[in-house]
């Protein structure tokens, strides 16, 4: 019992292949347009590299690129079998490369699954990652004369400005570090001296932030030093107030603007990975309907299409003797040749039967 | 006496009308090009309309917007007739608009000129609309809770965070200003009646900027309160330190932005200027030859003074088109036997 027969007269026939012709086509675009996407994700995820510690996230967007790639060239071989396909003398030679084809095709679809749940999975090796490299960012904020660290400040500055975001959980993380340079602190200043001497590592930490925290949408001009004293500043409530600097964290900002990106995405890559099934479907049916049609006596007469030509039991039980054959085949002793090779006639002969039913399946 | 006269063969006309029709390509889409820029002008001014006075300066786009269309249109026209041109039959079909077409796109050229000329006028116009426009915006950056300019303060500060910018001509404006609400002064702090005594209008100045003034490439903590006084912080010296805030003023800096984009358009222009001058010339050729034999092609039929006079006579002549079309078939130069001639080839 064929899997999922339909039949096929010459006209259907001709109808499968044009729409399977423009159907490749179709998924070429898409092939492309993840092709496209990687390279976005990869440009964007690039950008911000010194405020991420590891480069693990970094496997979709490669993967994407590969896969569209990938995409792209079998679906361009897709459409020129198409062509040739109603061709009787030009169709055999592609006879070859549809086994194959086939596992390139589901190898990618099985890819592109493979990137949708990783884009899920690797949240939170991402937040890690940018944990740490925030983290970083933040305690050689002051260290802008340090070879390999000079940037940070302006990275950080940067960021902070563009996500409208401050700190990596919130603003209190800057209290913890000094980010005020060693270089413009007064050491001669009372101030200064008691500073540096109420904590353990003698590091000159204030309950200021810098100026890239402050939020534009504040009716007040920014409020940048001595933010827990509430009587430091006239009409001030600490506790209360929330306009004055940006309150989400940067690392926050950064996780869901990258998943806000993959997530946008997620629609558009489950559509290609229907579009590219279908294409592997269409191709099957053209394939058997099209051989069916040419081992009639005439070739424009009806023939049946079909996924498998027995059904699934049956074609995994011929595709496990067939294995084992080639392996018996394979372990063939090579001192009872004489015998051996009688039994090899047999056993290729055998294997010859065996294999002329798969190759039409 | 005809100027710059070139001998055309058969051959040499149809090249000729090839050129012609790539010209008139590269001038539809010189035109696209400008009309994309007329537009990207528009929405840009209306972007930052907060920030400038009240002045007349949508005009100039919207004029850039339709002389963008009508060069696609008019070099649309003239790429069919180029290719139609070639062939004689169809060639008669445009020979009545071919004139009043030439006409036009004379009068278009002018257009073109005339923007080219617009922009640069435009260019004084938009400094002093943003000078006013920025003074107003600055001097209403406190007035928060006022409605109609509670939106001031967010637009100034990003603003000049993201032209890099700081002050109308530089930081030292804000030091005129009172940029800070009097809900957040403390009245009762004797520091804050000093200074505001201190000056004739009873604003509170001081030598601070807003924190939107800060260089993020400055490698030291952003000093935005007493700026001029140098022992208020350590290791500083305000005369020169330039890096620490933003040292171009957001006139000058808008100021530049909108001279790139006139500049790309004024670029376009006058490239659609130049290949319409070849086209109008070249056309002119076509329109004298005989389809199918030799003849003479020239820049001008006459000299410069002769054509200027045919051309002014052409236009007072418009308004009685009808007549000479109906008596000379509306081209003076070909008569009915020759058109007869060339639809039964030279031989009859």
């Known amino acids: ?361 | 006496m005809a100027v710059l006269k070139v001998k055309f063969t058969k051959t040499r006309r149809d090249k000729l009308a090839q050129i012609l029709w790539i010209l008139n390509w590269i001038s539809v889409v010189t035109g696209v090009i400008l009309f994309s820029l007329g537009l990207f002008l528009k929405v840009e001014l209306k972007k930052r309309e907060e920030l400038m006075a009240e002045r007349d300066i949508q005009y100039v786009p919207n004029m850039l917007i339709a002389v963008g269309l009508i060069a696609c249109i008019i070099n649309f026209l003239g790429g069919k007739i180029c290719y139609d041109c070639v062939d004689s039959t169809k060639f008669l079909r445009w020979k009545l608009i071919m004139l009043p077409y030439i006409v036009c796109t004379f009068f278009f050229t002018l257009c073109v000129l005339v923007g080219a000329l617009m922009c640069y006028t435009m260019h004084w116009e938009l400094e002093e609309a943003l000078n006013l426009g920025l003074m107003q915006a600055m001097r209403f950056y406190k007035d928060t809770d006022m409605p109609g300019r509670c939106f001031l303060k967010h637009t100034v500060d990003t603003l000049q965070i993201q032209f890099q910018c700081c002050g109308n001509s530089g930081f030292k404006d804000w030091f005129q200003i009172q940029w800070i609400s009097n809900r957040y002064l403390d009245m009762s702090k004797k520091e804050v009646i000093d200074r505001l005594r201190s000056n004739v209008e009873g604003k509170y100045l001081m030598d601070g900027v807003p924190f939107s003034c800060c260089n993020i490439n400055s490698p030291r903590p952003c000093i935005q309160q007493q700026i001029t006084n140098n022992s208020a912080h350590f290791n500083y010296e305000h005369q020169t330190e330039d890096q620490n805030l933003w040292m171009k003023g957001c006139r000058q800096a808008l100021l530049e932005y909108y001279t790139h984009i006139m500049q790309s358009i004024g670029l376009t222009l006058s490239v659609l200027t130049g290949v319409r001058y070849l086209q109008t010339s070249l056309e002119n050729v076509l329109r004298q030859g005989d389809p199918d034999s030799e003849s003479d092609g020239w820049l001008l039929e006459n000299s410069l003074m002769e054509t200027a006079r045919t051309n002014l006579s052409i236009i007072k002549s418009l308004g009685k088109s009808n007549q000479i079309n109906t008596a000379n078939n509306g081209d003076p130069n070909i008569d009915v036997p020759s058109t007869s001639k060339a639809h039964y080839g030279p031989d009859n």
């Open chain 1, 1 to 361: 019992m064929a899997l999922l027969k339909i039949k096929f007269s010459q006209q259907r026939r001709v109808r499968l292949a044009q729409g399977l012709w423009l159907l490749s086509w179709l998924a070429v675009m898409c092939g492309a347009f993840i092709f496209c996407l990687g390279v976005y994700l990869k440009i964007e995820l690039l950008r911000r590299d010194e405020v991420m510690e590891n480069t693990e996230i970094h496997v979709v967007p490669n993967l994407l690129m590969l896969v569209g790639l990938a995409s792209i060239g079998a679906n361009w071989v897709a459409s020129r079998v198409c062509q040739d396909s109603l061709d009787a003398s030009r169709f055999p030679r592609w006879k070859v490369l549809l086994l194959g084809w086939y596992a390139v095709a589901a190898l990618l679809c099985c890819l592109l699954l493979a990137v949708v749940v990783l884009s899920y999975v690797l949240q939170g090796r991402l937040e890690e990652s940018l944990k740490v490299g925030l983290r970083n960012g933040i305690r050689f904020y002051k260290d802008t004369d340090v070879p390999g660290r000079c940037f940070q400040k302006e990275t950080i500055d940067r960021l902070q400005m563009e996500f409208r975001c401050c700190g990596n959980n919130n603003f209190k993380d800057w209290f913890e570090v000094q980010w005020v340079s060693n270089r413009y602190l007064d050491f001669t200043s009372q101030e200064v001296k008691d500073r540096i001497r109420s904590n353990v590592d003698g590091r000159y930490l204030l309950d200021g932030v810098p100026f890239s925290c402050c939020n534009p949408a504040s009716p007040r001009p920014c409020l940048q030093n001595q933010l827990t004293d509430s009587r430091a500043h006239y009409n001030y409530e600490y506790q209360s107030e929330e306009l004055n600097l940006y309150s989400r964290g940067c690392r926050q900002a950064l996780t869901d603007y990258y998943m806000g990106l993959m997530n946008s995405t997620g629609p558009g890559v489950l559509s290609v990975i229907l579009i590219q099934l279908s294409v592997l479907l269409s191709m099957r049916y053209l394939q058997t309907a099209v051989e069916g049609a040419m081992a009639l006596e005439t070739p424009e007469g009806e023939s049946e299409g079909y996924i498998l030509e027995k059904d699934v039991k049956a074609t995994y039980a011929d595709v496990k003797a067939k294995a084992l054959d080639l392996l018996k085949f394979a372990q063939v002793d090579p001192a009872s040749e004489a015998a051996g090779a009688e039994e090899g006639e047999k056993e290729a002969e055998a294997t010859a039967k065996a294999a002329t039913p798969p190759p039409a399946s």
